[in-house]
């Protein structure tokens, strides 16, 4: 299993947000021939191409209309962002990566390598135009600045100490690149997990809104009664708990993100309690279908446990997943339909907030 993401959060601080050290030269070989994409959409942005490769000349104002706050900020002003953001610095899906900022061609998988640095690094440029340099002198350090050949944002910056066939490494901010897999790879992307952690309404609503997450479904797993119904399983005599069945693209995100949220937008240490709610229909559980998913989910618990995050130990089950059963349709995304409701305003909107203060980086795009 990849090293998790808590542990990558607790890291961060020891990281210089523009030193780019990196140490993996692994040998990669030639680019090999382009395989069709799929085309990207920003409605938003009307100077968005993958097609177009005419150089723009754009104000500084307009791209702040047209571009989020943490993309403009990197792009538009050289900011940069924090390593080991995210999943794309050790992607090694096939696809091609585009300027997140105006959508031209950058990279292709094939020139992309996994550096120890915790941005995206890759040893060779899709084209001669596709990416210009400059001289950068701040911070007191002499470097190579990367920009966009169609537009001039700011990528990142270019080193010497990649792999062969270049010896070069184009240390990018992940924030500035839109990846698309190639297309026969996406159905095969998709993953699925089923966790409970207290009322489905609340953590459905969660991972609604994390970047990489394809379906949230809310419903019952575990237990002795087939296919029960809301009603029995607030008995708290069926065995069953409330649910969410996830399915997740694993080019975007991973086993340890969805696992860190789960951690830290619920409390793990209450046993058949969630705030008010209570029963074992309530229970804090991960149902593993998989020996990856039971050994990432024992792995991220020790982990938490032994770092004494939380003042009691975790309670979280592991237990096997067998059947999921899918609430009825009045349930599923009940915080979307419901928001004026008290229960949505006092009780998930908080978890939402607190989701959206230490994920901000990995919200999904609206």
């Given at each position: 299993m990849q090293k998790s993401i808590f542990n990558f959060l607790l890291l961060l601080p020891l990281f210089m947000l523009n030193a780019c050290g990196q140490t993996n030269n692994k040998e990669n070989t030639t680019s090999k021939p382009i395989a069709m994409e799929n085309v990207i959409s920003k409605p938003e942005n009307p100077y968005y191409s993958?097609?177009?490769?005419?150089?723009?000349?754009?104000s500084d104002a307009e791209w702040k209309k047209v571009l989020s706050p943490d993309l403009y900020a990197v792009a538009r002003q050289a900011d940069t962002e924090r390593a080991f953001t995210g999943t794309m610095w050790n992607s090694e899906t096939k696809g091609t990566y585009y300027c997140a900022a105006c959508g031209l061609k950058l990279f292709?998988?094939?020139?992309?390598?996994?550096?120890?640095?915790g941005w995206p690094s890759f040893f060779e440029q899709e084209n001669k135009?596709?990416?210009?340099?400059?001289?950068?002198?701040?911070?007191?350090?002499r470097r190579i600045e990367a920009l966009c050949g169609r537009c001039n944002s700011h990528l990142g910056h270019l080193f010497d100490d990649g792999p062969e066939p270049t010896g070069k490494r184009y240390c990018m901010n992940a924030i500035s690149l839109d990846f698309v897999p190639d297309a026969t790879e996406t159905k095969g992307n998709l993953e699925t997990i089923?966790?409970?952690?207290?009322c489905y309404w609340c953590v459905e609503a969660v991972y609604e809104n994390l970047e990489g997450v394809e379906k949230v479904v809310s419903g019952f797993a575990g237990g002795t009664v087939a296919n029960p119904s809301y009603e029995e399983v607030?008995?708290?005599?069926?065995?069953?708990?409330?649910?969410v069945q996830i399915t997740y693209d694993k080019t975007k995100t991973n086993l340890d993100e969805i696992f860190h949220v789960f951690f830290t937008v619920h409390d793990p240490t209450t046993l058949n309690r969630q705030g008010g709610d209570v029963g074992t229909q309530y229970r804090s559980v991960i149902f593993y279908a998989t020996e990856e998913q039971k050994k990432a989910a024992e792995s991220i618990i020790a982990e938490l446990n032994n770092a004494k995050v939380y003042g009691s130990k975790i309670v979280t089950t592991l237990e096997p997943f067998k059947t999921f059963y899918k609430a009825k349709d009045y349930h599923q995304n009940y915080y979307e339909n419901n928001k004026d409701q008290p229960y949505c305003q006092m009780v998930i909107q908080p978890k939402i907030e607190k989701f959206e203060k230490v994920f901000k980086d990995r919200l999904k795009k609206k």
């Open positions: 993958n097609i177009d490769t005419k150089k723009l000349d754009v292709r998988s094939d020139q992309k390598f996994t550096s120890s640095c135009s596709s990416i210009t340099f400059k001289d950068d002198n701040s911070y007191g350090m089923v966790l409970g952690g207290g607030c008995t708290g005599r069926t065995g069953a708990a409330e649910v």
